[in-house]
């Protein structure tokens, strides 16, 4: 059974950092290009990074790029988004997923809410 969980958010203040973690279980994630999504109330989910399954090249969305930088640890099946200089902008519950996956467009994790005030 595919399972994501999300974990990391919180509040902090504009100028702030977080990281992020994304623990895969029942595939493994090595695998698969991994993306971080975002969703805001009222939005649809936005992307906002991804990571290559080999090479482990990286790409951003503009609006976060320069300030996030995600990364994997295979040994522990997990994927880390680190957040910083963070804008109330960036404010939205955040999840991982593995792009191109046959669950891809079924399943999500619960994500985890990430607050910047200003």
């Known amino acids: 059974q595919v399972k994501l969980v999300e974990s990391g958010g919180g509040l902090v203040q504009a100028g702030g950092s977080l990281r992020l973690s994304c623990a895969a279980s029942?595939?493994?994630?090595?695998?698969?290009?991994i993306g971080w999504f975002r969703q805001a109330p009222g939005k649809g989910r936005e992307g906002v990074s991804c990571?290559?399954?080999?090479?482990?090249?990286?790409n951003y969305a503009g609006s976060v790029k320069g300030r996030f930088h995600m990364s994997r640890d295979n040994a522990k099946n997990t994927v880390y988004l680190q957040m910083n200089s963070l804008k109330p902008e960036d404010s939205a519950v955040y999840y991982c997923?593995?792009?191109?996956?046959?669950?891809?467009?079924?399943?999500w994790g619960q994500g985890t809410q990430v607050t910047v005030s200003s």
């Open positions: 990571i290559n399954s080999i090479g482990g090249s990286t």
């Open positions: 029942g595939f493994t994630l090595e695998h698969y290009a």
């Open positions: 997923n593995a792009d191109a996956a046959p669950w891809f467009d079924d399943y």
